[in-house]
């Protein structure tokens, strides 16, 4: 099993020397970078170019550790005994049709190899990644309902991502291969945007970059733009049919660029930059 990168993901030459590591040392890879780096997208490229499914869990701030294993569904069997005569009770004496299996049994109990993606564990309570330790490292767990241990058949390619807002713990990231996704220097970045808009025109390419990166670099910026928000505004700039000269600035004006909304997300930014293209302008 070997990364190599695919048609639809730009992976830098450490990228896929990272996720070939972990695969090496069965450690999940822990991928860190700004939102909107392809992190998430990381995961689906390589499940798929590997030829494994890809199960996801998407942590929020509220997911429990737990909730990745199993639940038990003491309501649902309450009231199935409540209207046992129904079936003649026959499923409410069963407890395992009351077990609800989470990301990891479904990982641990698939007939092949599977690739599983634990997205944004930073959403969660700091006591969440301490609460799989143990998961991850033996790739086993205990349920004390049905009193089986399940233990991983195969052991999946893990992915785990964060955006940074908390910190892990120690003990958690030893267990893990790192890697942190650089922000693309504008060559990476074109051939990420060669990616998805194949045809678009290298003098408009050239004028947007040049905007993106001059906004990126405003310093004092709360949000700065990534990836997404670049292609996003490549795909209104290509439908609105927005002419060149727009991107550009003449000699004698500097203007805002339009659709900026798609790259600055609060309105403090954008009196920012503002602010940055009237004083250029009033340098001329
Ligand atoms: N290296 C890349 N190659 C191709 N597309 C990319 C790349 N990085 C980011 N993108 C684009 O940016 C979007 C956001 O990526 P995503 O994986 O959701 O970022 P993250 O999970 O880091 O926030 C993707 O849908 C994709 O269109
Ligand atoms: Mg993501």
């Not at 920012?272 to 250029?280: H, I, N």
């Amino acid at each position: 099993m070997k990364f190599q990168g695919s048609d639809n993901y730009v992976a830098t030459q450490d990228l896929m020397l990272a996720v070939n590591a972990a695969i090496t040392l069965k450690r999940p890879l822990l991928v860190k970078g700004e939102p909107g780096t392809g992190k998430t997208m990381l995961a689906e490229e390589v499940a798929q170019s590997l030829g494994l499914p890809l199960l996801q869990w998407h942590i929020k701030s509220t997911t429990k550790a737990q909730q990745g294993l199993y639940e038990y569904d003491a309501v649902s069997r309450l009231r199935d005994s409540q209207l046992k005569d129904v079936d003649g009770g026959e499923r409410v004496s069963d407890i395992n049709n009351y077990i609800v299996k989470g990301v990891l049994w479904q990982a641990f109990t698939a007939d092949q190899p599977v690739a599983l993606l634990i997205d944004e564990i930073d959403k969660a309570d700091i006591e969440f990644p301490n609460d799989l330790l143990r998961e991850i490292d033996r790739m086993e767990f205990y349920c004390y309902e049905t009193r089986e241990l399940i233990r991983a058949k195969h052991r999946p390619v893990v992915f785990i991502t964060s955006n940074n807002e908390k910190e892990l713990p120690d003990a958690f990231l030893r267990r893990c291969f790192f890697h942190y996704i650089k922000f693309p220097d504008a060559e990476t970045m074109k051939h990420i945007v060669g990616v998805h808009f194949p045809g678009l025109k290298q003098e408009l390419l050239a004028a947007a970059m040049k905007t993106f990166y001059d906004v990126r670099n405003l310093p004092g910026l709360k949000k700065k733009p990534s990836t997404s928000e670049l292609l996003d505004w490549l795909k209104l700039l290509v439908a609105e049919d927005i002419p060149l000269e727009a991107l550009q600035s003449k000699d004698d004006k500097v203007a805002v660029p339009p659709l900026v909304g798609a790259l600055l997300k609060n309105e403090q930014d954008v009196t920012l930059f503002e602010k940055l293209v009237f004083m250029q302008r009033n340098n001329r």
